[in-house]
């Protein structure tokens, strides 16, 4: 069984810093790796996704890698700002067979940007 | 957007009544879910539908049930609430193309 863990579980930074959340997960078997945004009261909002055959992708400030030899990804923010201030969920897609896959999640990184 | 829209948005409801919300897409993917959000558990799989007809259970499904009778809409029922299904529902849709999920806003239930 998939498991997805996120440290740390709260990031209060001073607005401007680029900053790391982590993400590993247990089954290096992983099909997609994706990010998510959630503010609070809210849906969640796609971020990245990061594909199979792929090592990162880049939406702006954002980056994201995956390592599946470690069981690792990371989210890279650059010039953090206020308004990225967010609980931050990855979540990793296993297939199952029968054309069956399904997202496992972490419980997120809760971040803050102190302007 | 993925052209998703749960409903309803918010209810609140007592012990023993059944329950059914609803998820509906409006582009055509073969993949949606259900999830519960809850406080220290975070975000667990409920109910799955790989296609009309086709679903299966995730790691939270006792006491759910659901159906999917038509590409577009994916129902989920609680044949008889309890006070631990009060939650936060949500569901998603996975494209195609990418395998990318996408979110609906959420259905506030509360159990009493």
């Known amino acids: 069984k998939q498991e997805v863990t996120q440290i740390p579980a709260a990031l209060s930074v001073p607005e401007g810093e680029n900053l790391v959340l982590n993400c590993s997960f247990t089954?290096?078997?992983?099909?997609?790796l994706q990010w998510f945004r959630q503010d609070p009261g809210k849906g969640l909002t796609s971020l990245l996704l990061?594909?199979?055959?792929?090592r990162e992708q880049t939406s702006g400030r954002l980056n994201a890698s995956l390592d599946k030899s470690s069981g690792r990804s990371t989210l890279y923010i650059a010039a953090s700002q206020p308004g990225d201030s967010a609980t931050y969920l990855c979540?990793?897609?296993?297939?199952?067979?029968?054309?069956?896959?399904?997202?496992?999640f972490g419980k997120g990184t809760k971040l803050s940007v102190i302007p | 957007d993925a052209g998703i829209t749960q409903s309803p948005r918010h209810k609140v409801t007592e012990t023993g009544t059944p329950v059914t919300l609803r998820c509906h897409q409006t582009e055509n993917h073969r993949y949606m879910y259900w999830y519960r959000q809850d406080p220290g558990h975070g975000l667990r799989l409920i109910h799955y539908s790989y296609g009309v007809k086709d679903t299966d259970k995730g790691e939270v499904s006792d006491g759910y049930s659901v159906s999917r009778s038509k590409t577009e809409d994916f129902l989920l029922t609680l044949e008889s609430a309890t006070s631990s299904q009060t939650s936060v529902y949500f569901c998603?849709?996975?494209?195609?193309?990418?395998?990318?999920?996408?979110f609906g806003e959420g259905s506030r239930l509360t159990v009493l």
């Open positions: 979540a990793g897609e296993g297939y199952s067979g029968a054309g069956s896959y399904q997202l496992t």
């Open positions: 990061i594909q199979s055959s792929q």
């Open positions: 089954d290096s078997a992983i099909y997609n």
């Open positions: 998603a849709i996975r494209t195609g193309a990418t395998g990318e999920l996408f």
